[in-house]
């Protein structure tokens, strides 16, 4: 096995495009079942809801005074309690985070368009009003159509992101390997 840059930078470009090839597939998975990909978010954080709260419950007895480890086990007794709550109602979970993503949504569409009044104008600038208004934009339509938007948004936007990720590191990849090869 080849231990120079040259070889490693192709081995790993390699192992990064099998790596961006499955992002991609799994993205348009994800928009194919947005449904199924949304409570498998859902469901990954309710896991580590679930986890944390074990983390903290193990912290709490090693935590000193009365106040710090009781204030710690109430802490993880709502981390566990939500936890399991999410692994047994999963749709709630996913009702409830749409609505949390709509309500940021709006709130960053806000403060975006409050910057752009708010501060001198520069070249380009308009993008942060474009910006700010596309956001709020999203954000009003994800409030008005919710609940049902549950049923497609989360598992919509983790496949956009996932081919993004994926489309984005491929090309790295291949420039990567492009660039090994001119070597």
């Known amino acids: 096995m080849e231990t120079t840059p040259v ?31 949304s409570l498998g978010v859902i469901l990954v954080i309710a896991w580590l809801v679930l986890f944390g709260g074990v983390a903290q419950l193990a912290y709490a007895f090693q935590s000193e005074g009365i106040g710090h480890i009781v204030w710690k086990l109430l802490v993880a007794f709502v981390y566990v309690g939500a936890g399991l709550f999410l692994l047994t109602h999963p749709g709630v979970g996913v009702a ?5 993503l709509g309500i940021v949504f709006f709130a960053e569409g806000v403060a ?72």
């Open 7 to 37: 070889a490693v930078a192709k081995q790993s470009s390699g192992l990064s495009i099998v790596w961006s090839i499955l992002l991609i597939v799994f993205g348009v998975l994800a928009i194919c079942s947005p449904l199924a990909a």
């Open 96 to 100: 409830s985070l749409t609505l949390v």
């Open 112 to 183: 975006d368009v409050v910057h752009y009044f708010s501060v001198p104008k520069v070249d380009g600038s308009g993008w942060v009003l474009l910006d700010g208004i596309i956001t709020l934009i999203l954000g009003v339509m994800i409030w008005t159509g919710w609940p049902s938007t549950s049923v497609w948004l989360i598992g919509t936007l983790v496949g956009i992101s996932l081919i993004m990720t994926g489309t984005t590191r491929l090309m790295m990849s291949l420039a990567v390997r492009r660039l090994a090869k001119a070597l």
